[in-house]
């Protein structure tokens, strides 16, 4: 009976979304966002939890963000973690975006943005998401994936 229980959420499909920037992981400013690279890092991330269908997506344009979001309306997805970057402080757009495909999205940054820049501090997409998990590095993205895993039990 208990196995039945973990089969719950071995069908789940979560949406990782990387805004701006966030194609340079491993290169762009290290000493933040450290030396690895995203796409290592998820390749252990869906080593590590081979039963839920992780997919990905990173754009530059805040567009095509939005619009990957709308279309993840259409696939079954059962959350979506999102790392903004920079649009995270500005981008109303996203907000609504978040507000408006009623799938629930976890913020994650892996720096913590509350000890950067005063411009840096503030999250304007935060009040759409059922939460926000910030400044433990790429882990701030499994963080994420346990507590989807947690809400499906």
């Known amino acids: 009976m208990g196995q039945n229980?973990?089969?719950?959420?071995?069908?789940?499909?979560?949406?990782?979304?990387?805004?701006?920037?966030l194609n340079l992981?491993?290169?762009?400013?290290?000493?933040?966002?450290?030396?690895?690279?995203?796409?290592?890092f998820l390749e252990?991330?869906?080593?590590?939890?081979?039963?839920?269908?992780?997919?990905?997506?990173?754009?530059?344009?805040?567009?095509?963000?939005?619009?990957r979001m709308h279309a993840a309306m259409n696939e079954g997805i059962?959350?979506?973690?999102?790392?903004?970057?920079?649009?995270?402080?500005?981008?109303?757009a996203l907000h609504d975006a978040i507000k408006a495909i009623e799938i629930p999205v976890v913020e994650v940054h892996i720096s913590n943005i509350h000890a950067r820049e005063q411009f840096r501090r503030q999250s304007v997409i935060a009040p759409a998401c059922v939460g926000s998990i910030t400044g433990f590095g790429l882990v701030s993205y499994e963080m994420a994936l346990y507590y989807f895993i947690n809400q499906k039990q």
């Open 25 to 40: 992981l491993g290169k762009r400013e290290p000493h933040i966002y450290g030396k690895e690279y995203f796409e290592t």
């Open 78 to 92: 059962d959350g979506i973690i999102l790392n903004a970057g920079a649009y995270t402080h500005y981008s109303l």
């Open 5 to 21: 229980k973990f089969l719950n959420y071995f069908s789940m499909k979560i949406l990782i979304i990387n805004g701006p920037n």
């Open 44 to 67: 252990r991330l869906r080593e590590k939890f081979t039963d839920i269908h992780i997919l990905f997506y990173q754009s530059n344009s805040e567009g095509s963000l939005i619009d």
